[in-house]
Each structure stands twice: as C-alpha cells, then as structure tokens.
C-alpha cells in the first residue's frame, strides 16, 4: 500500500463539512485492504475508545466485531457520546431484531450529517470486522474531532495545529502529522506536562528511550487524567509506521481531558483582550503624569542651581561647578530632553488610540499639559544661558587670584625661612662673654649678615606688592594675606633696628676687650717671674733637711737670715703686678664687660700670688722653728750616743769572755760529771744576775732609735751585736748543763764507769775537728774507723738512720753516747713487751678490750685499745686485738 498516498487523503468524510474534506468513492475499498499491524493497533485502541464511554452506562464491550452485532451496545454507546435518547431498541435475539438495532443507530449517525458510505447493518450483525473497525472510525471522526477547532482550523487539521501549539516549548519534540511524530513518546509526555507540569519530570526524559516515554505518558494518562491506554507501546515502537487512526484517537482523548481549560482560556482572551486596551490606554496615562511630574520636578529643581551666580573662594571648587554643569549638559540633560520629546510622542499616540477604541480624549491635571511642559523647558533654557561663561569668567579670576595666592605663599615662606631665627640672633649677647678673637669674628660676621640684610629689602616690596593687588582683586582670604604682610613689613623693620644695635655693641666691645688684651699682656710678663720666685721660695722653706752634725745645721741657719733679708723687694713687686689686674677690674665694672674670658696669656691670677706669699710668709718663722729644734736635737743625739757606748764597750767584752769559760768547761772535763754540773750551775746564775745590764741598755737603745740616730762613732758594738751575744750565751749554758744531766742518765742507765765516759769524750773531742761539739759525717766515719768498725755504705748508713734521725749531716756527743752504749749494754726489747703483752692475754695470739682494761691503768688500757689493729688470724673471736703488731710499732724504726 502507498503510504503517502494514504497521508494525504482523509477519509470517510461526513457531509457538512468543507469539501476539500470530500473523500473519493474509492478511498474506503481501499481502506478495508486493512495492514493486520494497523488492525489490530485498531481494534485495540477503537476497544478502549468505547469502553471510556462505556463505562458511564456501566458497561463495556470485549471484542469488538462480536459485541457491537445484536446493536444494542451500540445504540448505547451513541447515547452516551450524544447525550440525546435514540429510538427504543428490539429486544428479541432473532437477526431481524439486531439488523433492526444497528439500523436504528447507523440512522442516527446519519442524522448528525454523516454520510456512511458502503457500510450495511447485514455486514456489522454478521460481525465483519473491517466494516465494523470503519464504522467505529466514523463515529470517533464526527463525535470526538470534528468539533475541534484551533484558531482558523478544524477537525484533523486543528487537532495537529493544537499539538504542535502545545509542544512548541519541547525543543525534542516536532509533530508534523498523526504517525511517525509519536514514535518516540516525547510527543505524549510534552502534552501531558504543558498542562500538568507536576505529573511528569520531562527534563529526564531521552529520546533513545521510547518504550519508557511512551509507557511513563500511558500510564499517567490513564492514572491521574482518566485517558485508558489506547495503545500498546510495543506496536508503536515496533511499526515503522503507527496506525494514524489510532493515534489521532487516543490524541484526541487529551484534547478533551484538556479541552475545558481550552475554552475557559478563549473566553478570558476576549476579557482580556478588551481590559488590555482600557489597561495599556491607563498606563500610557500615568506614564505621561509620572513623566510630566518628574520632567517639572526636575527642572523645579535644576532652575535654582543654573540662577545661582555667588562665586565659589577656590579654583577648585569653581571648577567643580564647571564639571557640575559639563555633567549637566553632557549626563543630566540629554535622558530630560529626551523625556521631554518621548512625553509629546507619548501624548499623542495616546490621543490617538483613544479616538480607534472610542475612547474620550486625554486630559492631563492641572499644570501637567504639553504647553506647560514647554513653558517650563524656556525657563530652563533662559537659566542656562550665560552660565557657562560666567563660570568660565569667574574661574579666570580665580586662577589670577590663585597665582597671586601662591606667588605671595611663597615669597612669604622663602622670606620667613629666612628671618626665622635672626631676631634672637641679632639679640643675642655673645659678645659680653667672647674674647677677643671672638669679637673679632662675629663682627666679620656681622657684616656678612648687614649686606645679605640689604638683599632682601627687594622680597619685602614685592610682598608688599602682591598683598596690595589681592586686596583690589578682592581676594577671599585677604585679611591673613593683609595680616601675614603686615607681620613681615614689622618684622622688617625690627631686623633694621636690632642690627644697627648689634653693630654698635661689637665694635664698643672690641675697644674694651683690646685695652683690656694689652694689660693681660703686661700681667702675664711680670706675674710669670715673680710666680716662679715664689715657688722657688716656698720649696726651699719647705726643703726638709737630714743634718747629723751641729756643723752642718749651722750652715742652714746662715742661708735661711740672707733669704729673709730679699722679702721687701720682693712685695713692691707683687703690688705693682696686683695693681694691673685692678685696672683691668675697674674696666670690666664701669663698662660692664662680662669677663667670662680669662687671662689668656697666663694661667697665674692675684688670687694665686696672694695666696703664694701668705703661704711664704707663712713658711718664713716655720723655718726659724724647725731650725732652732734642730740645734737642740742635735746637741741630745750627742749625749745619747755617748751614753749608749760607754755601757755597750763594756757588756760586749764580758760576754765573749764567759762564753770561752762555758767552752772549756765541757770539753777539758776537769773531776767528775757532777762536778762539772755543780760549776757550770754557779756559771748559769751569775749570767742570770748580769739581765738588768742587759735591759737598761736596751733602754738607752731605745732611746736612740726613737731618735733616729743611725750611726755610732764611740763604739763597734751594736744592740744587734750584744742581742745575739746574749741569747747565745743563754743557749750554750743551758745546753750545755743538758748535755752533762744526760751523759750522767746514760752512764747510770747504760752503768758506764767514768773512765769509758772520758774515753767517748777524748774520742769525740779528738774527731771534732772544727772545735764545734759536733761531727759532722766523714769525722764520725773516721772515728767509728778507729774504734775497730769495719763497715760498708749500707751499715754506714743504716749507723747514720740512728744517730741522726733528723738527716742534719751532724752528730751530737749525746747521739755518740747513745750509740756506743747500745753498742755494749742490754735494754728492753719488742720481743719481752710481746711476752708481757702474751702473759696478760692469758696465753693467746690476741688479747680483748675488757682483759687490757682489768690489767692496765686506764690511761694505758685506753692508749692500747686506740691503737691496736683488730687481730686477724684464724683463731680469732669478735673483738679480737692483734698485740703483736702493736709491740713492732712501739719500737718502730729505732729496734735494731
């Protein structure tokens, strides 16, 4: 079958309507060579169709070539669809009765200007579904789309116009007829959400997805808007190219779903329409009164701004305005004169409309007409006029002013910043304390400073100047110019007075200061001298002197009376000296010449010369004092020197002698040990009983060193001498008695006869070969050589470790003694304290605390008990005391 054909060609068209709707005789054979794929989409969406009408009358059918034969479903399903009752239908089941029902319903169709072509009651009774698919069809076409009308289209044509109205927003969406635009069921799902946004969400929809599009828009459809599913998804999707029937029937069931909302929307265009055209003619007036109200506000407003012609004091502020008005003619006004044009337009092609729609003309309020705007607009104009220049012809003053300003400003500050500080320069009184180089100096300086002074005068007059042609330009600040002017000139003149001032006390100060420089000159030239006379003077009055002599203190005296007898000379000149600086005095108080300066030639002043001849006055009977002591103290040291010698040149002598007598009494051993003893007794007391002699020179000796006399010529011996002769002579006596009382304890200890104790003492005395009670070494070497000893270096030194312990080198008579009796005689041993201490410990290799202390006195037990080492042998017991070890130490190194 030609598809495009087919398209193009409505068929089964009904009288009545246009005849470009008038099918050919043959389109309906055609039409029955049905597609078994368009059949059956068909009948399903034909079956749908009746039942959603059906079912008002609470019925439906299921198949619809059986239920609609005995035409009483059919004659029904008209009812429903017309609202109108048909003839009362047969009720018997015979063919006549359901040919008779069909008839009655296809004559009702008829009635409504259908024109039925080759469709027979005989043919619908006998179930054919073709003729009875066809007959359906022409029901639908004149109940459900026929009546549509869009715009200046109807039937099919208006129901496609009506789609494509709807879906026009859908960019996916493009309906261009009743098949193949549905296939991808966007078209469906755009209806449904342009009148019902909230049923479907579109944005997430894709148009690779057409069984879901067209699924979700049947399902909604037949949910919330009571369209049942006329269509199976898979046919559409399945067919290249959808049954246009089933399609324009199903689409034709959402225009009536929507269609009320459609006329209720065609009935408010019309209101609207008309309220629109009283609504735009309201609002083009308001606009004009708004218009008219802000254009005379404004210029109300802008007039007193251009009148205004009080001029600014600035260039910056005049120049501000001169922007102000720029913005005004450049910003502000052009938007006003194009409201002002934009009004006029406005009013009269509001006139204009008002007389098409039969409306009265406009009347602006009061005050708000063309003719007042324009009257209002010439005002604005006029003020505008010569503003400009005005402003122009201020600012050109202004900017003279301004220089004028500036140029004063600066001449002024230069000129300031050159008298600042000069006043108090010209006014300072440097000079009453500047020497005279100083002086000199500063007026160098001065002068400098009078020329530089009539430089300036030039400034001052063109300040002057300059304020005098502000004040005729009127200028706005003219009284701080006028002020700061008049400050200058003062000022001027006042630097003129002070300098003529200064000049003057210079050149008085510099005569005064070179007077004043002369008799410094003077001064220094005598002072010096005189000054260093005195000095000279006062060292030699202060001179300490050290005399020993008379002879030589009279020498002094002699001196001191010739210095005395220079003083008067010498006083004329210090008051010719003081007599200078007293005129140079006088000057400084009549001329009040502040002498800050000193003498700078010297440093000597009257008070320093006062002071130095007082002090030389002073010195002059000091001197005369200290001389006469002298002589006295002299004359005393004489008499002590001789005192102390006559005593001294006796105990000297006396000394010496009895130390020879002491000498040979030890060695010559004349009777026995105990005679000796006995003599040398009677030696020691009579040396004891010479003591006050000793001390009653010590006396005199102290005497002489409090005076400090340090030399002796009537004798050798000095206190020195007789001290150490003395302490010696003690020493010897008492060592020497010792050495008898010992010798005596050895010999009875030892049971030495007297004969072995002279034979020691003639051995020793024969090797002591420097006559001085001692050997040293080698004499005892010799002499233990003599007795028969024969030993090597050890023996002599283990010998050497027992008579002299301390390592002096030398050997007492004693140690001798000592060592030759041990050499013979028999003493207590290590060995017999060891036995004792064994004896008492009861037998034991230690001895306790308690048994030391039962034996012992308790000095000794104690003395013991520190000392002894715990005893650590194997037998011990606590507390335990090795004696033993103990016994050794008591002998320590001198056990042989």
Known sequence: MDHHHQQQHHHHQYDGGENDYMPQEDDWDRDMLLDPAWEKQQRKTFTAWCNSHLRKAGTQIDNIEEDFRDGLKLMLLLEVISGERLAKPERGKMRVHKISNVNKALDFIASKGVKLVSIGAEEIVDGNAKMTLGMIWTIILRFAIQDISVEETSAKEGLLLWCQRKTAPYKNVNIQNFHISWKDGLGFCALIHRHRPELIDYGKLRKDDPMTNLNTAFDVAEKYLDIPKMLDAEDI????????????????????????AQKAETAAN?????????????????????????????????????????????????????????????????????????????????????????????????????????????????????????????????????????????????????????EEMLQDKDFETATLSEIKALLKKHEAFESDLAAHQDRVEQIAAIAQELNELEYYDSPSVNARCQRICDQWDSLGVLTQKRSEALQRTEKLLETIDQLYLEFAKRAAPFNNWMEGAMEDLQDTFIVHTIEEIQGLSTAHEQFKATLPEADKERQAILGIHNEIAKIVQTYHVNMAGTNPYTTINPQEINAKWDKVRQLVPQ????????????????????QFANQANVIGPWIQTKMEEIGRISIEMHGTLEDQLTHLRQYEKSIV??????????????????????????????????????????????????EIENQILTRDAKGISQDQMNEFRASFNHFDRKRTGMMDAEDFRACLISMGYNMGEAEFSRIMSIV?????????????????????????????????????????????????????????????????????????????LDYMSFSTALYGESDL
């Open 237 to 260: 999707v399945g067919t290249a190219r959808p049954d246009e029937k089933a399609i324009m029937t199903y689409v034709s069931s959402f225009y009536h779903a929507f269609s009320g």
């Open 270 to 422: 019309r209101i609207c329409k008309v309220l629109a055209v009283n609504q735009e003619n309201e609002q083009l007036m308001e606009d004009y009164e708004k218009l008219a109200s802000d254009l005379l506000e404004w210029i109300r407003r802008t007039i007193p701004w251009l009148e205004n012609r009080v001029p600014e004091n600035t260039m910056q502020a005049m120049q501000q305005k001169l922007e102000d008005f720029r913005d005004y003619r450049r910003l502000h006004k052009p938007p006003k004169v194009q409201e002002k044009c934009q009004l006029e337009i406005n009013f009269n092609t509001l006139q204009t409309k008002l007389r098409l729609s039969n409306r009265p003309a406009f009347m602006p309020s009061e005050g708000k007409m063309v003719s007042d705007i324009s009257n209002a607009w010439g005002g604005l104009e006029g003020a505008e006029k010569g503003y400009e220049e005005w402003l122009l012809n201020e600012i050109r003053r202004l900017e003279r002013l301004d220089h004028l300003a500036e140029k004063f400003r600066q001449k002024a500050a230069i000129h300031e910043a050159w008298t600042d500080g000069k």
């Open 623 to 642: 001197r005369d004092q200290a001389l006469v002591e002298e002589h006295a103290r002299q004359q005393n040291n004489e008499r002590l020197r001789r």
């Open 689 to 738: 009983n010479y003591k006050p002699k000793i001390d009653q020179l010590e006396g005199d000796h102290q005497l002489i060193q409090e005076a400090l006399i340090f030399d002796n010529k009537h004798t050798n011996y000095t206190m020195e001498h007789i001290r150490v002769g003395w302490e010696q002579l003690l020493t010897t006596i008492a060592r020497t008695i010792n």
């Open 804 to 880: 002299d312990p301390n390592r002096l080198g030398l050997i007492t008579f004693q140690a001798f003694i000592d060592f030759m009796s041990r050499e013979t005689a028999d003493t207590d041993t290590a060995d017999q304290v060891m036995a004792s201490f064994k004896v008492l410990a009861g037998d034991k290799n230690y001895i306790l605390a308690d048994e030391l202390r039962r034996e012992l006195p308790p000095d000794q037990a104690e003395y013991c008990i520190a000392r002894m080492t715990p005893y650590s042998g194997p037998d011990t017991v606590p507390g335990a």
